[in-house]
């Protein structure tokens, strides 16, 4: 079993920087592949990034060239570093953990545990 629970979210300006971190208890984090996910006001929730067990990472088109997620399996936690934020960013960010470790994965459904969600809220 694995808990997690994510932090670092807040309001921002248009163009602003956040950090979010997602902290793991139960297990290593070394044992997943690791994923952010969001959920806006009235949408389905949307893949933002994965990051596997040795680093290979995905991301949604929307996150490109702006979002990085990093990991440091040390202190178990994971970061996503979002830049040159929008107003469609604006939405609850949710940590997930994913068994399968050796790949990182965009499929919501493949992610075994879930944080409880950081709210990012983008004013243009």
């Known amino acids: 079993q694995v808990q997690l629970v994510e932090s670092g979210g807040g309001l921002v300006q248009a163009g602003g920087s956040l950090r979010l971190s997602c902290a793991a208890s139960?297990?290593?984090?070394?044992?997943?592949?690791m994923g952010w996910f969001r959920q806006a006001p009235g949408k389905e929730r949307e893949f933002v990034a994965s990051?596997?067990?040795?680093?290979?990472?995905l991301y949604a088109d929307s996150a490109k060239g702006r979002f990085t997620i990093s990991r440091d399996n040390a202190v178990s936690t994971v970061y996503l570093q979002m830049n040159s934020l929008k107003s469609e960013d604006t939405a609850v960010y949710y940590c997930?953990?994913?068994?399968?470790?050796?790949?990182?994965?965009?499929?919501?459904?493949?992610?075994?545990?879930w944080g409880q969600g950081t709210q990012v809220t983008v004013s243009s």
């Open positions: 139960g297990r290593t984090l070394s044992s997943y592949t």
């Open positions: 990051m596997s067990n040795h680093g290979t990472t």
């Open positions: 997930a953990a994913d068994k399968t470790y050796w790949v990182p994965r965009s499929q919501a459904n493949s992610y075994d545990y």
